[in-house]
């Protein structure tokens, strides 16, 4: 019953044939245990090896992955841990690694690392922290491109884009909204890689750049952020305002008659402002579901506004349109009827006539007219003027600010912001990795394509003064695009509206949630206060907030200033965005694998330029106030120490960097994000011929070919003797070390050590070698063709045990060919047989392998092995779904593994292995044990699977066996030489006792 890791995965303190830990009464219960031919098991054989096992269980020195038995037995009190057919992998004596099949399940729930609020977990913790979501219901229509079509079209779109096209020209309009598209564009570029990376539990873009560029750049853009969404919120208030006391019902004005611009409409900006704020803070604080039912009729009002604007682009009998009067190179205040008259002009109009002509013409000529051609040019003016250098006097219509192309650009900017509406919601899609791209990039061309066809069908349809006319004066107080509408101005009116206050109230929901995960976090002090949330469970605290900042932006009490200060923050974010994805596309981290391909670091680059630049161009003295506050939060929060680990790209960076970088990297451990293959190889030299000879190239060629990883190599080797008798041949073997290196394309260091004995060097240099930070995680050793000495099966298995007791991987690869290599490439698979619970250490070293031009023509396949006692169907569902979180492509399959009987043949191999142990040690050839039946019919039954499936592999990786306290060397080897009969390369790896592998972004 003896075995190799641990009784059969998940050895209970109390023998584990039953649930009330009862030993078996009768024989009859012990069928199939072992069934060797003409020798039955005993009872009173089971019951000695039950006392053995005791034993060795209590004499057991600790295991890293030991909690996870007890995260097994939790989650299924009657879990059955014979396993006759995994024995060899599952040994007396150790603390038990459990079986895949029976973890499978937790880990595709919540595959270890890190939790949804960030924090690093144990691998007890992680498993036991199930990810718990809502169902999934929404996908890539209403889950994505709707909602960030929503958040896209708004209050610019209707009062400022015909403004805009009239003061910039169509030429000019045209540039402004493609340098802003194509910066949201390549945005969304970035924002589907990261957010495809993993699993985006909360927060947005704040959650994927504080996770990707650590906490310092996650807290101050975060803060932008927050502050930037709550100015859209105040933007939005004020638009909604706007339309009211201009266009729909100017009499509520609370001061008097107040034309756009003056004292008085500031006002009732100001005092209606704060009121509809009021009003929308106490809806949110009653509850959210009535904010999303309202959203559903916002967006519909939106869309259905947009289409009958198109739809009056051609239908509208333009000859019906209001007319304007014209006085010179102005418009003149008018009804809608444009009436020039003296009648209605009064005493203007003698200072008109005598100066200049007073025309009567129509303000929406039609697309058969010729104003596109008059549209095309620009036309910026200053505050006052009515042309460009001409001043304007009262009663004629004039810009009510300075315009510039830079002015211009911000105030468009925020109508193509509200990108990360998808992002913000992945855990409520069915597929976030096909619809968050899809959908968001989707949104962005979708709401493109309308910018510029506005654009151009306004410039080809009205004329440019009264494009020009901000307010609508000239008309009587009437918008364009509503008078473009059909079948009535009131479609657009409503619907503009409606989007407004559906806009704010989603940023008064969404900002307060976003500053409450900032506050938890716990980066920012000051912010603790508002992290805390309602009995209700909602923020209210951080509304109150919010609802304060939004007032002190309804307060300026101008959409065109507000609309800037937004610019500034939501380019800040875009900004970061775009860095996180270039540097860690630059760095390949082995945890970046991205499920969205189109994507490069040199688009995430110009990205960054991108935003960089219409940051200056659009008000360099905001840009300079939002890059130094985002400076002082950072520095701040670095000098508060953050105390959080997100497994950010910066830290990658830094393993690579120098004597500074390894003084941060001693701070905190990796986290799992950041965990890559650091090798310790152990290459062996030819001493006779010097030790300038390597004689085995393959190790070095395979941790050259783990260099995907961007981890620390360093290669060592062993020769006996005093180091003052071989410095020479020391020196000239580090030079062949090298040379090797070298050859294989790979960036490390080479040492070789003289010693006394090879164990004892080996060993030693295990425990010392690296400095640091930069010190191996991961050891390995070739295997030793002449394991049949002593000396050479000795070597392998006490740097196996100093390895387990130091928590480093460790790897031994046993090939019977050459290395593959860039120019004879492997074309077949690279096979994982998946057996026991390795924190996921087969996946990622067969991940990065592929990563090597070498490997990357081969497919890769996961098995896994399945009991009688398991659920083949669904392990192979959950492994399916396990390997697709981790954004890993391989085929999985699940091989059944029911009948526990000792063959005829396994006896036979048994037999031979205790005389050739009788041989080696000369004593007298006994029988088998059970211990050894059991563990060499693991070795032959799994060799068959394997063999049948795996022969044309050009690798198969699999779980490295521990060898059994006080193992005979010769025993163990032999086991391992039987599982891998017949195959031509094998990566014998065991986990370092820690998750490699997480599927959080």
């Known amino acids: 019953l003896a075995s190799s890791w641990g009784y059969l995965g998940a050895m209970p303190t109390s023998p584990p044939w039953t649930k009330k830990s009862q030993m078996p009464e009768s024989p009859e219960l012990n069928q199939g245990l072992l069934r060797a031919p003409n020798s039955p098991g005993t009872l009173s054989d089971i019951e000695a090896a039950k006392v053995g096992i005791r034993h060795a269980w209590q004499h057991s020195g600790p295991n890293p992955y030991a909690n996870l038995n007890d995260i097994v037995r939790e989650q299924a009190d009657d879990y059955d841990a014979e396993s006759d057919n995994l024995t060899l992998f599952t040994a007396e004596g150790k603390a038990g690694v459990p079986k895949v099949s029976n973890v499978l399940n937790n880990l595709v729930k919540f595959p270890g690392g890190e939790n949804p609020e960030g924090e690093v977990l144990t691998a007890k913790e992680s498993m036991l922290a199930l990810l718990k979501k809502a169902p999934v219901k929404l996908g890539t229509l209403s889950g994505v491109f709707l909602p960030t079509i929503q958040n896209i079209f708004g209050v610019i779109l209707f009062l400022r884009v015909p403004w805009i096209v009239g003061v910039a020209g169509v030429g000019q309009a045209l540039l402004i909204v493609a340098i802003c598209c194509t910066t949201t564009l390549l945005t969304a570029l970035s924002l589907s890689a990261i957010a495809t990376n993993g699993v985006v539990p909360a927060g947005g873009a704040y959650f994927m750049i504080s996770r990707n560029l650590g906490p310092e750049f996650g807290g101050a853009v975060g803060i932008l952020f927050y502050l930037g969404t709550t100015f859209a919120g105040a933007m939005y208030i004020l638009g909604a305002i706007e339309l009211l006391l201009v266009y729909i019902a100017p009499e509520m004005s609370a001061f008097g008659e107040a034309s756009p611009g003056s004292d008085a409409f500031l006002d009732n900006l100001r005092l209606y402002g704060s009121a509809v704020l009021g009003m929308l803070a106490l809806v949110v604080y009653v509850g959210v579901k009535y904010v999303n039912r309202f959203a559903g009729v916002c967006l519909f009002a939106v869309i259905f506004s947009i289409f009958c604007v198109f739809v009056g682009f051609f239908a509208t009998p333009f000859a019906g349109q209001p007319d304007v009067c014209r006085a010179g190179v102005g418009l003149m205040e008018s009804d809608e009827a444009g009436d020039c008259t003296e009648a209605y002009l009064g005493p203007l109009f003698s200072w008109i006539s005598n100066t200049t002509n007073v025309t009567k013409m129509q303000g929406f000529p039609g697309l058969h007219s010729t104003v596109g051609a008059h549209n095309a040019k620009s036309c910026y003016r200053g505050d006052g003027e009515v042309a460009h250098g001409v001043g304007g006097r009262e009663g004629q219509v004039g810009e009510t600010s300075d315009t510039s192309f830079a002015v211009l650009l911000a105030i468009f900017f925020p109508s193509v912001t509200g990108i990360m509406a998808g992002s913000n919601r992945s855990g409520d899609l069915k597929d976030p990795s096909t619809a968050i791209p899809t959908g968001t990039i989707g949104a962005i061309m979708t709401t493109s394509m309308v910018y510029f066809c506005v654009v151009i069908l306004l410039g080809a349809t009205v004329e440019g003064d009264v494009l020009r006319?901000?307010?609508?004066?000239?008309?009587?107080?009437?918008?364009?695009?509503?008078?473009?509408?059909?079948?009535?101005?009131?479609?657009?009116?409503?619907?503009?509206?409606?989007?407004?206050?559906?806009?704010?109230?989603?940023?008064?929901?969404?900002?307060?949630?976003?500053?409450?995960?900032?506050?938890?976090?716990?980066?920012?002090?000051?912010?603790?206060?508002?992290?805390?949330?309602?009995?209700?469970?909602?923020?209210?605290?951080?509304?109150?907030?919010?609802?304060?900042?939004?007032?002190?932006?309804?307060?300026?009490?101008?959409?065109?200033?507000?609309?800037?200060?937004?610019?500034?923050?939501?380019?800040?974010?875009?900004?970061?965005?775009?860095?996180?994805?270039?540097?860690?596309?630059?760095?390949?981290?082995?945890?970046?694998?991205?499920?969205?391909?189109?994507?490069?670091?040199?688009?995430?680059?110009?990205?960054?330029?991108?935003?960089?630049?219409?940051?200056?161009?659009?008000?360099?003295?905001?840009?300079?106030?939002?890059m130094m506050s985002a400076g002082l939060i950072y520095y701040y929060i670095q000098y508060r120490g953050a105390a959080k680990e997100w497994g950010d790209g910066l830290r990658g960076l830094s393993m690579q960097a120098a004597k500074f970088a390894l003084l941060r990297l001693e701070e905190t451990p990796p986290h799992t994000k950041n965990w890559r293959p650091q090798v310790l190889a152990f290459a062996r030299l030819d001493d006779s011929d010097g030790g300038a000879k390597l004689l085995e190239p393959s190790l070095i060629h395979l941790a050259g070919q783990l260099k995907g990883g961007k981890?620390?190599?360093?290669?060592?080797?062993?020769?006996?003797?005093?180091?003052?008798?071989?410095?020479?041949?020391?020196?000239?073997?580090?030079?062949?070390?090298?040379?090797?290196?070298?050859?294989?394309?790979?960036?490390?260091?080479?040492?070789?050590?003289?010693?006394?004995?090879?164990?004892?060097?080996?060993?030693?240099?295990?425990?010392?070698?690296g400095l640091g930070a930069l010190r191996h995680n991961t050891v390995i050793l070739g295997w030793p063709h002449r394991w049949r000495t002593q000396e050479s099966a000795d070597v392998l298995l006490q740097a196996m045990s100093v390895s387990r007791a130091a928590n480093l991987a460790f790897m031994v690869p046993k090939y019977e060919s050459a290395t593959p290599s860039e120019k004879d490439p492997a074309r077949n698979s690279i096979d994982v047989w998946w057996i026991m619970h390795d924190g996921g250490m087969l996946i990622l070293i067969a991940f990065l392998l592929r990563q090597d031009k070498a490997w990357s023509h081969c497919k890769l396949r996961i098995f896994c092995v399945a009991e009688s006692d398991d659920n083949s169907i669904q392990m192979e569902q959950d492994l399916a779904l396990f390997v697709r979180l981790l954004?890993?492509?391989?085929?999985?399959?699940?091989?059944?593994?029911?009948?526990?009987?000792?063959?005829?043949?396994?006896?036979?191999?048994?037999?031979?292995?205790?005389?050739?142990?009788?041989?080696?040690?000369?004593?007298?050839?006994?029988?088998?044990?059970?211990?050894?039946?059991?563990?060499?019919?693991?070795?032959?039954?799994?060799?068959?699977?394997?063999?049948?499936r795996s022969t044309d592999a050009d690798l198969v990786a699999l779980c490295l066996p521990d060898p059994m306290e006080g193992d005979d060397p010769l025993v163990y080897m032999s086991l391992l030489e039987e599982l891998t009969v017949g195959l031509n390369r094998v990566l014998f790896i065991r986990g370092g006792g820690r998750e490699v592998i997480t599927i959080f972004s």
């Open 711 to 769: 981890g620390l190599t360093m290669v060592a080797s062993v020769l006996i003797g005093r180091y003052q008798d071989r410095w020479k041949q020391a020196a000239i073997g580090q030079k062949a070390l090298k040379r090797s290196l070298a050859k294989a394309s790979t960036e490390g260091f080479a040492q070789v050590v003289v010693g006394p004995d090879i164990v004892s060097t080996v060993t030693y240099l295990i425990q010392g070698a």
């Open 887 to 948: 954004r890993i492509d391989a085929e999985v399959s699940v091989v059944e593994m029911v009948n526990t009987d000792v063959t005829a043949h396994t006896l036979a191999r048994a037999r031979e292995l205790e005389e050739f142990r009788a041989q080696s040690r000369g004593g007298p050839v006994e029988a088998p044990s059970q211990t050894t039946l059991r563990r060499m019919n693991t070795a032959t039954r799994m060799n068959a699977a394997l063999t049948e």
């Open 469 to 626: 006319d901000k307010f609508g004066e000239a008309m009587g107080g009437r918008m364009v695009l509503a008078q473009l509408a059909w079948p009535t101005e009131w479609i657009v009116l409503i619907g503009a509206l409606l989007s407004c206050l559906g806009a704010a109230l989603q940023t008064l929901t969404g900002a307060p949630r976003l500053l409450q995960a900032i506050a938890q976090d716990d980066l920012i002090k000051a912010l603790e206060f508002f992290g805390k949330a309602s009995d209700s469970g909602e923020p209210t605290r951080a509304l109150i907030l919010t609802v304060c900042i939004a007032e002190a932006g309804i307060l300026i009490a101008s959409l065109d200033a507000v609309a800037p200060i937004i610019t500034m923050f939501f380019l800040m974010c875009y900004a970061f965005v775009n860095l996180a994805c270039a540097l860690q596309s630059l760095l390949k981290s082995p945890s970046w694998r991205p499920r969205y391909k189109y994507y490069h670091w040199s688009l995430s680059a110009t990205g960054v330029v991108l935003c960089i630049l219409l940051m200056l161009v659009s008000s360099w003295v905001y840009a300079i106030v939002a």
